[in-house]
């Protein structure tokens, strides 16, 4: 399919990379920073542009990959008749785009999106659409950049996905976070945990984690549990964590 | 080096299929548990034996790797005299050691260890030994085993690399497990959140956490935490875990 690309972020140059690979073909990348559209562009062999007004009327789908509040301001002026319209926001409704065109939809990637990696992560696709004929293109759009079969899923399913998101990659990462403070203050090296880390997601491919529970809550190991507070005594945020999680652990026993 | 494996659970399955992968030779497995330890002993081509007082004298190294609390017993009639015996477990004084040998000390593994996978997982190795001739030994087979130069770690260090572990892995996997049975209630599929996670881990291999925290919480994002919040109304245990979790983000900024 031809893809005109609006906007020049993470979302874009990572979902855009992937549409490459799949052998689909990039007409246009269409955002107001000219240095990372432009970049985009000649990564792909393709023309730049920055204004909505210069927006190329040749492609199948438009894309558009900007952050949730600049959505709107994309589509205030924009009207594609007949075309494909998808936006990528998980937290947006798709019809926002009604104006735009009668064929729209929202293509949303379940993944935490950088573009400056030298790889291409897995992206489980969610899409929906308000008509049959963008259903059919944006479902085979989805279909040819992720390993899973796209799934549909609407506003509210969206809204959770992006709940259970937030748990899984934010809260983690922010233990992560912590536990690197606490190494750096005991002097520790934090990247010598980087194996542990890797293993508790490795069992995840092949266990539920309910199943794979261990350490001293678990147990109800009230003695290490006791020293471990103890250590805890010079990192009261730490602290406060190490109580509250210890407690959730215990109580989903 | 020649090793007598005393215990036949995790701990003991792993490190010695990594020693017998480093060149070292198991002479004898040695565990309560007759049908582990002799299926151990099956897969290192050796012998094994269920009671302590059949223990061989003939390796270089004895290695105690039992639960914590077995330590003792395992210890109690054991004498080794100018033998290097060494226990691998966290929470325990080298000094248990004392009534053994003269030449003792500790190998901790800092890595969650289970037999039932058919992979080696890389394991930082952490030491200690009583004397010059116990720390060579120890050194040595620490150094054979794990890819970064093992660290040596007293009591004190191994009980705050231990708090470490418990943040990096018994709560995101604590996490990990609430989201599963969010999603098993809300009808999503807890395995589409895979990528995302790896790709949480994958990241800490090149940055700091701290620099790639994103979310609602970091971004002081009031009406996506609220409409967060609404949803998890009825997950009350995930409710409570969500509000600490995000105040403690919002503090670290």
Known sequence: MDIVMIGSGNVAA???????????????VVGRNATAASELAYEWDTESANYMSLISRRADVYLIAV????????????????????HTAGSVSKDVLKTVTDH???????????????????????????????FAVLKK?????????PVVAGSE?????????????NFPNHLFSLAEQF?????????QLLPLITETVQR????????????????????????????LKNHPQLLHIYKVMTESIKQAK
Chains 1, 2 share one sequence.
């Open 67 to 86: 952050t949730d509040n600049a959505i709107a301001g994309v589509v205030a002026d924009l009207r594609l008749p007949g075309k494909v319209v998808a």
């Open 14 to 28: 990572v979902l855009g990379r992937k549409f490459v690979a799949a052998g689909h073909r990039i007409i246009q």
């Open 141 to 149: 759009l989805a279909s040819s950049i992720s390993l899973e079969p």
């Open 104 to 134: 729209y939809g929202v293509l949303y990637p379940l993944q935490s999106i950088r573009k400056d990696i030298n790889y291409l992560p897995d992206i489980p696709v969610y899409f929906e659409a308000s008509d049959e004929k963008a």
């Open 183 to 191: 190494c750096r203050k005991e002097k520790l090296d934090f990247r």
């Open 204 to 231: 995840l491919k092949t266990s539920s984690p309910s199943e794979t529970q261990t350490g001293p809550a678990f147990r109800n190991d009230g003695e290490t549990l006791q020293r471990h507070l103890e250590i």
């Open 157 to 169: 399913e969206r809204l959770k996905l992006h709940v259970a998101a937030v748990i899984v990659n």
